[in-house]
């Protein structure tokens, strides 16, 4: 069982309130989406959530706001974190993003994790040797899915950097560069995907 409930809307008062209204404003809906109902059980947190999720995550910017939504689903997959991957599911296929698309960026993730896990080992084992052998996994995926190369890249260094996988986010971020990425906007990719991390480390804490 759950160690926090949500707060429903009906139980908010004062600043609790007057957030969770600037979030309906935000997203164009008549109800606050479950996420960030958990949230509201420390007020703080939720604020900051939400400015955080507001200029990061749901604006336009260096990135579009239909981009970052797609990193943000990556990185709540990838944290395995049903309430906002369920959500966030909806709200890319709102914003244009196919079905395809969707499922796409899933595996893009897990292809990614599995290159992480590899250029890991070879930093931590402490053994020129490991440099020298070949890889030998195969990643069709990233060339492979109905995605653009670049957006590909920009999943591919959200979820390295959440593996902590230092060749991986190197390697990645001078690709995208290569492809027409600006820093502020690979940037502006870690922005989101940090926003979404801290929103589903506190639902795992919270038990779900």
Same mark, same amino acid.
């Not at 981009?67 to 914003?95: F, G, M, N």
């Not at 590899?118 to 195969?138: E, H, Y």
């Given at each position: 069982?759950?160690?926090?409930? /949500?707060?429903?809307?009906?139980?908010?008062?004062?600043?609790?309130?007057?957030?969770?209204?600037?979030?309906?404003?935000?997203?164009?809906?008549?109800?606050? /989406?479950?996420?960030?109902?958990?949230?509201?059980?420390? /007020?703080?947190?939720?604020?900051?959530?939400?400015?955080?999720?507001?200029?990061?995550?749901?604006?336009?910017?260096?990135?579009?706001?239909?981009?970052?939504?797609?990193?943000?689903?990556?990185?709540?997959?990838?944290?395995?974190?049903?309430?906002?991957?369920?959500?966030?599911?909806?709200?890319?296929?709102?914003?244009?993003?196919?079905?395809?698309?969707?499922?796409?960026?899933?595996?893009?993730?897990?292809?990614?994790?599995?290159?992480?896990?590899?250029?890991?080992?070879?930093?931590?084992?402490?053994?020129?040797?490991?440099?020298?052998?070949?890889?030998?996994?195969?990643?069709?995926?990233?060339?492979?899915?109905?995605?653009?190369?670049?957006?590909?890249?920009?999943?591919?260094?959200?979820?390295?950097?959440?593996?902590?996988?230092?060749?991986?986010?190197?390697?990645?971020?001078?690709?995208?560069?290569?492809?027409?990425?600006?820093?502020?906007?690979?940037?502006?990719?870690?922005?989101?995907?940090?926003?979404?991390?801290?929103?589903?480390?506190?639902?795992?804490?919270?038990?779900?």
């Amino acid at each position: 069982m759950p160690a926090i409930q /949500p707060l429903p809307e009906s139980e908010a008062t004062d600043k609790t309130e007057q957030t969770y209204g600037r979030i309906k404003e935000m997203l164009g809906t008549d109800s606050v /989406p479950e996420p960030f109902l958990l949230y509201a059980r420390v /007020p703080a947190f939720l604020q900051d959530f939400f400015m955080n999720a507001k200029r990061f995550v749901f604006a336009d910017g260096k990135l579009s706001a239909k981009t970052k939504a797609l990193i943000a689903l990556a990185v709540a997959s990838k944290e395995r974190c049903s309430p906002w991957s369920d959500w966030l599911t909806s709200y890319c296929h709102q914003l244009g993003w196919s079905e395809a698309e969707t499922t796409d960026v899933r595996a893009v993730g897990g292809a990614c994790a599995m290159y992480n896990t590899f250029f890991k080992f070879r930093d931590l084992a402490g053994k020129d040797i490991f440099q020298g052998m070949p890889v030998g996994l195969r990643a069709h995926t990233f060339a492979g899915t109905s995605l653009d190369e670049l957006t590909v890249e920009l999943v591919n260094i959200a979820i390295s950097d959440l593996n902590s996988c230092h060749a991986c986010v190197s390697g990645h971020v001078a690709k995208a560069i290569d492809l027409g990425a600006s820093e502020e906007a690979i940037l502006e990719a870690i922005q989101c995907s940090a926003t979404i991390f801290a929103g589903t480390t506190f639902h795992a804490a919270a038990g779900y």
